[in-house]
């Protein structure tokens, strides 16, 4: 059935390491989406990318839907990057199919 | 100014009882979700209206209705709660054209006991 897998399912990391976040998908795909839930449960867009690779400041993804997977790089890690990263993935029914997500914990 | 807003953001209510959530989005997008997420933080999509007309609908129980007014508002009823139901529930949206990117409001917390 359709897929979204993301690993590793829990990350504990020193503050300023760098992480990578891996999402792979069964199918292909029109849409896709980072979101990151900060401990307060709030749930952010940090991208849109069904393709290609976009920067924003730390945060960098990379999608290479050919091989079905995307990635999340997070650099020089801060204590309020911890919290739960999920990818989400639209097959073409145009409603988003979330994975399982990555609990990011960051030690100061 | 909150772009996806609802409420309330905590619910206690007893077994039987029913309930509704509100959802208010101001960015003008056309289309509108309710999404729950449970205990272990799995979520899924319950509902999605696009310019008030039900698009997707997940096999969600018929105790949950969901109602939109206007494109702008999204409401979610909840008839003969269950403890089952106890999740958090979001609302979202997002504009068609705009690569549907999604925008998430912070979440009703519904307990019920």
């Known amino acids: 059935g359709i897929q979204v897998e993301q690993s590793p399912p829990d990350l504990i990391l020193q503050e300023g390491a760098n992480s990578t976040l891996r999402c792979n998908f069964s199918?292909?795909?029109?849409?896709l989406q980072w979101f990151h839930q900060n401990p307060w449960g709030q749930l952010i867009n940090l991208f849109y990318i069904p393709s290609g690779t976009k920067q924003n400041g730390r945060l960098s993804a990379t999608t290479v839907a050919t091989e079905r997977y995307s990635l999340l790089y997070i650099s020089s890690s801060q204590t309020t990057d911890s919290g739960v990263y999920f990818c989400a993935v639209d097959f073409g029914n145009e409603k988003l199919t979330f994975g399982t997500g990555t609990r990011l914990t960051i030690i100061p | 100014d909150t772009a996806v807003s609802q409420t309330p953001k905590y619910l206690v209510t007893q077994m039987g009882n029913d309930k509704s959530i509100k959802c208010e989005q101001n960015?003008?997008?056309?289309?509108m979700y309710w999404y729950k997420q449970d205990s272990k933080k799995f979520l899924k999509i319950m509902f999605s209206y696009n310019n008030k007309e039900l698009i997707i609908n997940e096999t969600v129980p018929n105790r949950f209705s969901p109602k939109s007014p206007d494109k702008a508002h999204l409401n979610l009823h909840i008839n003969s709660l269950e403890l089952g139901d106890s999740a958090v529930y979001f609302c979202?949206?997002?504009?068609?054209?705009?690569?549907?990117?999604?925008?998430f409001g912070e979440g009703s917390w519904l307990t019920v006991v």
């Open positions: 199918d292909s795909v029109n849409n």
């Open positions: 979202a949206s997002s504009q068609r054209e705009n690569g549907n990117t999604i925008y």
């Open positions: 960015l003008g997008h056309d289309t």
